[in-house]
């Protein structure tokens, strides 16, 4: 099989950005015709956990009917905090990169993530921005931990999502990293945390989000931990139900809720399909008297109708 390999200078100092590779569409001295393609990187949240450190070092392409993969290098390396980039906010990896237009079946980010790794080198305990080299983890309790992504140095972390290229035209996509189902910190591992990614991979002019406040009363519930659940249209869990039926219906999507400076209590969700869903608030906590009222309160306004390229608003 060979490989067209392009070496990408980064040069943001937030987050990677690509440089344009060659010129703007169509062809160039007889060459394959070509279109231009963007791809940036967002997370659904997690608890107990204030950064998630992942350095990305290549993006391979794989077009329909060829063998002849294209591979995107990141010089240097992108490092990215997912944890900084939710809801529709999102790091670029790649802005109009070029590339040849066509058919492709999946695209692949590779990391650096083996296990034992040095964990930013201990100074990874920095909110605002990634250190050090690898990829690692900073819990709440400021713990600095090595994060290992079992795919790295083999399949890499494979978004298995078609999409066409038009010649002369664009495409835009964002990679939503599911951080509450991938990531973990089985006790065999120890000190590391280890990723299973759950990505999905969305094409940004078919997806708008959900927003909205949530209430002082429920946000501060004694024992509380308050996130919104998106959940297909119909599919909200029935809080009369055991627990084990309960968590049997996985969500589409979800949002920890937050406190912003000016006091208000709020969430987003998003990157998500057009579409109608049903907006559930949850506040996961210890206390059995909050299990009847909270575990799943749907919201008064369902179904909500996401819109493509705007913003849903559903308050609690």
Known sequence: MSERTLNILLFSTFAATGL????????SGGGPETG?????????????VRQVCVEFTEAEFKKAGSGDNQTIVFDPPAKIDLLAYQGMNAAPLLIDAE?????YQWIRL??????????GGGAGANDTECLGSGS??????GGVHGLYIPSSAESG???????????????DFVAEFDLMKSVHAPAGLDPDYIMRPTVHLFDRTETGSIAGEVSLGLATAAGCMPAVYLYNEGEVPDDNE?????????????????????????????????????????CDGDDPALDEI?????????????????????NF
Do not use: H, W
């Open 20 to 27: 344009l590779v060659g010129c703007s569409g169509g062809s």
């Open 36 to 48: 231009q393609l963007s791809l940036a990187v967002s997370d659904a949240p997690i608890q107990d």
């Open 99 to 103: 590339l040849e237009a066509g058919e």
């Open 110 to 119: 590779a990391a650096n993530a083996p296990q034992g790794g040095n964990g």
């Open 136 to 141: 690692y983890i900073v819990t709440d309790d």
């Open 157 to 171: 972390l494979k978004l298995n999502r078609g999409f066409t290229l038009p010649v002369g035209g664009s495409a």
């Open 242 to 282: 055991e627990d084990a039926e309960m968590d049997s219906v996985d969500p589409v999507a979800s949002a920890m809720v937050e406190m912003q400076n000016d006091g208000r209590f709020v969430y987003e969700i998003g990157p998500v399909l057009a579409g109608f869903y049903d907006v559930a608030f949850s």
């Open 294 to 314: 909270l575990d799943y309160l749907p919201s008064a306004n369902n179904p909500a109708e996401v819109v493509a390229d705007a913003q849903a608003v559903i």
